[in-house]
């Protein structure tokens, strides 16, 4: 069993940044790919940024391409997704998943493990 647990999300201008946490405990992380979905009010889940086991491998849906970018520390247990140029739409709660696979997968079903979600609004 893994628990999730997101953090870092909050109130912030366009244009602005913000870096989402995702704090794994439970089990080690290392044989899990993760990734980072987005669900805004009366819209379905939406896939956001997806890695790989080992850190090498990531996928971004294109809408953030260039703006978001996911890592992880293994040794931390955590997985980071920093975004930058941050818009008005990507205002949702954004939620972190973790599948017992090496590469990360854009459907939501395909994950095992989910954290609460966390806030982020993007507005002047």
């Known amino acids: 069993q893994v628990q999730l647990v997101e953090s870092g999300g909050g109130l912030v201008q366009p244009g602005g940044s913000l870096r989402l946490s995702c704090a794994a405990s439970?089990?080690?992380?290392?044989?899990?790919?993760v990734g980072w979905f987005r669900q805004a009010p009366g819209k379905e889940r939406e896939f956001v940024a997806a890695?790989?086991?080992?850190?090498?491998?990531?996928n971004y849906t294109n809408s953030v391409k260039g703006r978001f970018t996911i890592s992880r520390d293994n040794a931390k247990n955590t997985v980071y997704l920093q975004m930058n140029s941050l818009k008005p739409e990507d205002t949702a709660v954004y939620s972190c998943?973790?599948?017992?696979?090496?590469?990360?997968?854009?459907?939501?079903?395909?994950?095992?493990?989910w954290g609460p979600g966390t806030q982020v609004t993007v507005s002047s």
């Open positions: 890695i790989s086991w080992s850190g090498g491998t990531s």
């Open positions: 439970g089990r080690t992380f290392n044989p899990y790919a």
């Open positions: 998943a973790a599948a017992y696979v090496q590469f990360g997968r854009i459907i939501p079903s395909s994950y095992e493990f």
